[in-house]
């Protein structure tokens, strides 16, 4: 975008301007050519066209010293002329964050890493109700790493108060991963992060190229009605189609007799008529619309303490704005949480901030799940996904129930896509190679016999960007059918 | 945005009159604007100056204060910056007392700026510099593109806060009467022992004929130089050239430059001829950095400066009627200790403290001698220089200085502050904030820990070369932060043309990993389930680490124990 500051006088402007102006002079000239007129005239005239085609062309042409690589030439212009700089504010040369993610492709190309980042998540403070997600980015530079490059959360402080000494005032889980997402206040409250969801999701698709969906079944109707300039009505209206009253109003010449040569037609000489006047109209136009209801599942057990649940809900924002996307803003969230036992909580701010200190049942998810959609009866009006999100880490090695409540819902499911996020048990342990989940996930053969519908990811925390989150994302909603290896 | 009106403008006038009156110091002229929120939110990435030049990376904090701003609205009371004339911000939300308030609280923050000498660069308007800034990139982005010059902006950025600010401030306030007389010390110090490699009873005969002048010039100095200097030259001829040379040389010692004045000199890259006007980027940005430092490592006592006098002034102001809880309750809310963390404008009540102390007379020799604590605390000699030594205070000291001269028992007694320290619980896997100790050299020290204090980074000349650009981290018991030395270092690199290392020191892992289990286990064997970490991390074992940029990949080695 050119940021200049001040205005450019618009040569080329100029340059259009003269060769019209020219056109005729220089006819002109040759008419008078011949006749006989005063020698000094033709001089004058000669003069007059030969200085019209110098400014013609740019003003460097004109004159080559007259550089516009001189600092101060803009200067001199304005103050000699005392022509006003228009100074663009701030506000109108702000980019849009479209125009920022372009940029930051680009940086791909030349080879640097990626800047921009759009996944996080704020949480208000004050009201504690609301959770917005913001585009950011860092500046890199060389700077002291008060947790010395061990994770550890917050630093030592000062503080002020009342108190004993050895007194403990508050606690954090250990963090164990290098990628935050964002603050995670504890604060009650129920509002949602609806608004911002469409846009994160366009966003979204366009930076990462998300894939889009293939087949949206056309459950229940949905019936969207809108009114768009489809119709034509003759004689009167709201826009005139301007190429079809043409069309109409030759054709009538030709019916009266009026045209004689198709090729050469005066508009002056056509007639008119009032009738054949052909105007484009406002109508009702019905739209058949898909909707979809997301399951967004996760495990909130004590072991899932602060990054991982960041992450999980990080990546289920994502997931959930992109389906709103695609869906045109038609997709309802549903929350399940999970430990021993599954709940469905109301909006994303619980879903986001709730923790509990328990142990772990997946499959009690998964139940939940099947029984609100058959209570509800949503497998009949609505496209199903759902997507889980947890640490892999379950009470059975076996996971029977697990295995039978995912045979009930691939039946109805349009994508099942199962997330886990390996980490270390403890401070300083490493991540497992496979959690209990994968392992009779993987063993049971669902994977292959459902390979359309059911999908799963698993990845380290220590590794979880933002890009990682994304290719996880990818994967769980690709096309790919997996192969069977014997 | 727009000027306040003439009214108003008037009790602003009003306000300087009465802080002058006072024994504030500051120029003539100042400009106020009234901003409406969303002008706020635009001014916040210029750091107030409205003419800095333009980066996309200020746009996206743009966007993210926008909304970050609908989910919570907030404004800052007021913006001040120092410029000449010094410039003030005021919400358009503000009531008219709070205003009249905040020129009280904005005047103290001008007479800052203009007195205190760590800003003692920042004396000429910095708005008009970053305009004529601000073209000359505007001009840059239309030559070369605007890709190219953002690149080159954001690579000079990545570096900007490892400028060398202590060595520009140097130069301005070095008391004249410290210089060294030039030449005579340069024949004793550098010329005789090293050039002509003359030392012991030789070297004491020049200085016994030196002694002989004086006294036949009657100690006159000068006088004194000038004979001292024909005896040198007739005795060696070479004397006078050398010096100069000498002198030239010294002046143009590239030790002292700091990395991105080292790359914009000698980079070869930046050198060829169609990189040339790189080189201003380097510099405007360098000169930005230089210009908001001093704002950076004296905004605590800025604070306080500033809260001190609306307090003193507002209160005697005839606005204040009427208004008086509303005015207790924003005053008390704003500069109360927090719970955990630090408040800066908490530490109006060290400038109180102190102000106290003086009048007391507690900052005399005498006190300090008296060892009685009744005595002590009894001792009031009423000075009535308390308001003396703030002022001293405003004019010499930074953050640094204010907290660790002046933070003492007594203040952390009064307000009941306390150190906090942190303990890892293994089995719950939680880190645990407790109160550790109401110690002031605790207390302190871990207040002087979370001020800002870039590392220091400088270039090791002997290990540079054409093709490799070798900086080195002093340690000073914090590592790097290593998520963002990749981007740094490729920026670096394409900027130096060649590739890049960088040496510092981190954490010894594996040592690290032994050292938990050897507490852990220490804690088990007396049935206890957490570990200090305060008391790991002072046992820490550093590794010295080298990193090596090349071709846009970074490669890491240990190098042995640091």
Redesign the interface.
């Known amino acids: 975008?050119?940021?200049?500051?001040f205005w450019k006088p618009n040569y080329p402007k100029i340059k259009s301007l003269f060769s019209e102006q020219l056109k005729p002079m220089i006819g002109y000239y040759s008419k008078i050519e011949g006749k006989a007129i005063d020698q000094e005239l033709k001089q004058i005239i000669a003069q007059d066209i030969a200085h019209a085609m110098n400014l013609s062309g740019t003003h460097e042409d004109r004159n080559p010293d007259f550089s516009n690589?001189r600092?101060y030439n803009s200067g001199d212009f304005r103050v000699m002329q005392h022509s006003y700089s228009l100074l663009l504010s701030?506000?109108s040369?702000?980019?849009t964050?479209e125009d920022?993610l372009d940029?930051d492709k680009?940086r791909e190309k030349?080879?640097?890493?990626k800047?921009?980042r759009i996944g996080?998540l704020?949480n208000?403070?004050?009201?504690g109700n609301?959770v917005?997600?913001?585009?950011?980015?860092?500046?890199?530079?060389?700077?002291?790493?008060?947790t010395?490059?061990?994770g550890?959360?917050?630093?030592?402080?000062?503080?002020?108060?009342?108190?004993?000494?050895?007194?403990?005032?508050?606690?954090?889980?250990?963090n164990l991963g290098?990628h935050g997402f964002g603050p995670g206040d504890a604060e009650s409250g129920s509002h949602d992060i609806e608004s911002?969801t469409y846009e994160l999701g366009q966003m979204l698709s366009k930076k990462f190229n998300l894939p889009n969906v293939n087949e949206k079944r056309m459950k229940r109707a949905i019936i969207r009605e809108k009114h768009d300039l489809t119709d034509i009505n003759k004689g009167s209206g709201q826009i005139l189609d301007k190429k079809a009253t043409l069309k109409e109003i030759v054709k009538r010449n030709i019916g009266i007799g009026r045209l004689k040569d198709p090729k050469n037609i005066n508009p002056l000489d056509l007639i008119v008529d009032p009738k054949s006047k052909i105007y484009k109209i406002l109508s009702k136009e019905t739209d058949y619309l898909a909707a979809a209801t997301v399951f967004l599942v996760r495990d909130y057990s004590g072991s899932m303490?602060g990054t991982p649940s960041q992450t999980i809900c990080t990546q289920h924002l994502f997931i959930y704005s992109w389906l709103k996307y695609q869906y045109e803003k038609l997709a309802t969230p549903r929350f399940i949480l999970h430990d021993t036992e599954a709940i469905e909580v109301p909006d994303f701010h619980t879903y986001y901030n709730k923790s509990a200190a328990g142990g772990t049942n997946v499959s009690s998810s998964f139940k939940k799940v099947n029984e609100i959609v058959e209570k509800e009866g949503l497998a009949r009006d609505y496209n199903i996904y759902v997507f889980y999100g947890g640490d892999g880490d379950d009470w059975t090695k076996t996971g029977e129930d697990s295995i039978n409540e995912l045979e009930k819902m691939v039946k109805y499911s349009s994508r099942i896509g199962l997330t886990v996020l390996r980490h270390g048990?403890?401070?300083?342990e490493s991540a497992p190679n496979e959690t209990s989940l994968e392992g009779y996930i993987k063993s049971s053969g669902l994977l292959e016999k459902y390979s359309n519908i059911l999908k799963m990811d698993a990845f380290n925390l220590n590794e979880a960007t933002e890009e990682r989150l994304i290719a996880g994302i990818k994967k769980l909603v690709s096309e790919e059918k997996l192969k069977v290896t014997n | 945005m727009e000027l306040i009106n003439q009214r108003t403008k008037g009790i602003m006038e009003r306000c300087k009159a009465i802080a002058r009156g006072q024994g504030l110091q500051f120029d003539e002229n100042t400009l106020e604007y009234i901003v409406t929120s969303r002008d706020m939110i635009k001014l916040s990435p210029k750091i107030g100056i409205p003419t800095l030049y333009d980066y996309w990376v200020d746009d996206i904090t743009v966007i993210q204060d926008t909304g970050i701003y609908k989910l919570q609205p907030h404004n800052p009371f007021e913006t001040v910056v120092n410029t000449r004339p010094a410039i003030s911000y005021y919400s358009d939300n503000n009531q008219d007392w709070i205003n009249v308030m905040l020129f009280y609280h904005v005047i103290a923050h001008v007479d800052f700026f203009q007195n205190n000498d760590y800003f003692g660069m920042t004396k000429k308007d910095f708005k008009g510099k970053a305009l004529a800034d601000k073209k000359i990139i505007e001009k840059l982005r239309e030559e070369h593109g605007t890709k190219q010059v953002d690149y080159i902006i954001e690579f000079s950025r990545g570096l900007d806060n490892l400028v060398g600010y202590s060595t520009e401030l140097e130069k301005i306030n070095f008391p004249h009467s410290l210089k060294p007389h030039s030449k005579l010390d340069f024949y004793f110090d550098v010329f005789l022992p090293i050039h002509k490699k003359i030392s012991g009873p030789e070297f004491q005969k020049e200085i016994e004929a030196f002694n002989r002048y004086r006294e036949q010039c009657n100690g006159d100095e000068g006088k004194t130089e000038a004979v001292f200097l024909e005896a040198i030259l007739q005795k060696y001829p070479e004397f006078l050239e050398i010096s100069i040379k000498e002198k030239a040389k010294e002046e143009k010692n590239k030790e002292k430059l700091d990395i991105m004045q080292y790359i914009a000199e000698y980079s070869p890259f930046i050198n060829k001829k169609e990189n040339i006007w790189m080189k201003s980027v380097i510099e405007i940005v360098r000169d930005t950095s230089l210009y908001f430092r001093p704002q950076i490592i004296s905004n605590i006592l800025n604070e306080s400066w500033a809260c001190y006098w609306h307090q003193e002034l507002f209160i005697n102001d005839k606005r204040l009627k009427t208004h008086e809880t509303a005015f207790s309750k924003l005053d008390s809310g704003t500069t109360t200790f927090p719970k955990v963390g630090l408040n800066p404008y908490a530490f109006v009540e060290l400038l109180r403290h102190i102000e106290e102390k003086a009048e007391k007379g507690h900052f005399t020799y005498e006190f300090m001698k008296i060892k009685n604590v009744e005595e002590r605390k009894g001792y009031d000699k009423k000075t009535g220089r308390g308001r003396e030594v703030l002022f001293f205070i405003r004019k010499h000291y930074n953050n640094f200085d204010f907290i660790n001269d002046f933070l003492d028992q007594e203040f952390v007694d009064k307000h009941n502050l306390y150190a906090v320290g942190r303990r890892l619980n293994f089995s719950t896997n939680k880190i645990q904030f407790y109160i550790k100790s109401r110690d002031a050299l605790e207390y302190k020290q871990m207040i002087i820990d979370q001020l800002y204090h870039p590392p220091e980074v400088k270039i090791d000349f002997p290990k540079t070369s054409e093709n490799t650009l070798y900086i080195a981290h002093k340690f000073e018991g914090k590592p790097l932060l290593r998520k963002f030395i990749n981007m740094t270092m490729i920026g670096t690199e394409y900027l130096w043309g060649g590739n890049v290392k960088l040496e510092t020191s981190e954490v010894d892992m594996d040592n690290f990993k032994d050292l938990i289990k050897k507490k852990k286990d220490e804690a088990l064997a007396k049935t206890k389930q957490t570990i200090d970490l305060e008391e790991v991390l002072s046992e820490l074992k550093f590794n010295r680490v080298l990193y090596t940029m090349e071709n846009k990949k970074l490669s890491r080695e240990v190098m042995g124990v640091s």
Do not use: C, R, W
């Not at chain 1, 975008?1 to 500051?5: A, G, I, K």
């Not at chain 1, 550890?152 to 250990?174: C, H, K, S, W």
């Not at chain 1, 048990?425 to 300083?428: A, N, Q, S, V």
């Open positions: 975008m050119d940021n200049t500051l690589d600092f701030t506000q040369s702000l980019k964050i920022l940029m680009e030349d080879g640097l890493p800047k921009i996080n704020v208000a403070k004050k009201d609301k917005i997600v913001v585009p950011t980015t860092t500046e890199d530079k060389l700077v002291h790493d008060p010395y490059g061990l550890l959360a917050g630093t030592a402080t000062g503080g002020a108060g009342d108190g004993e000494i050895g007194e403990v005032i508050g606690e954090v889980p250990v290098e911002k303490g048990m403890g401070f300083l």
